[in-house]
């Protein structure tokens, strides 16, 4: 599957939920990313808006063919990374609990993508907000231990353990 997606690389990052996909359960639709070395034994991670480390996703939009290229545009937009797919990881379920579910953090089905990061740019939309690092197996897995949809994406990845 490995494929060079082209990406467009606006320098704005696509905001609000107008264009959002939702799957036939009303779910949101969320395409991300995991953004490997060439020699897969670092993933790069990006701090999220509460602080914590995650993978790069978000939602898949109306104007988007496929969910790879929501994948590959939301790792631009949060990584300032360029990438190649190599792999779909397939559907990934929210594991979240009802209880912690809002309008403005509906339920979601997740689709991922292992990549391989081509290229870093020094500027990329949401550099202001969000920081980027590579790290290891061991700690990404710590670092997701609270977000289990992300970690079973890692975990389907070809990521040298």
Not at 121 to 129: A, L, V
Request: charged letters at 25%.
């Amino acid at each position: 599957m490995s494929k060079m997606v082209e990406q467009s690389r606006s320098m704005e990052s696509r905001v609000g939920r107008k264009n959002q996909r939702y799957g036939s359960k009303g779910e949101r639709l969320v395409a991300g990313v995991v953004p490997l070395s060439h020699d897969k034994t670092r993933v790069l991670m990006i701090q999220s808006t509460g602080g914590g480390w995650v993978l790069p996703k978000g939602g898949w939009e109306t104007d988007e063919a496929l969910a790879q290229h929501a994948a590959c545009r939301e790792a631009w937009e949060e990584a300032g990374v360029i990438c190649t797919v190599h792999k779909d990881l397939g559907l990934i379920p929210d594991m979240r609990p009802s209880s912690v579910l809002t309008s403005s953090a509906p339920k979601a089905s997740y689709q991922f993508f292992e990549v391989t990061v081509d290229r870093e740019e020094d500027q990329w939309p949401e550099m202001h907000k969000r920081k980027r690092q590579w790290v290891t197996y061991a700690q990404a897995a710590a670092a997701l231990a609270g977000r289990p949809e992300l970690l079973e994406a890692l975990n389907r990845s070809s990521m040298k353990r």
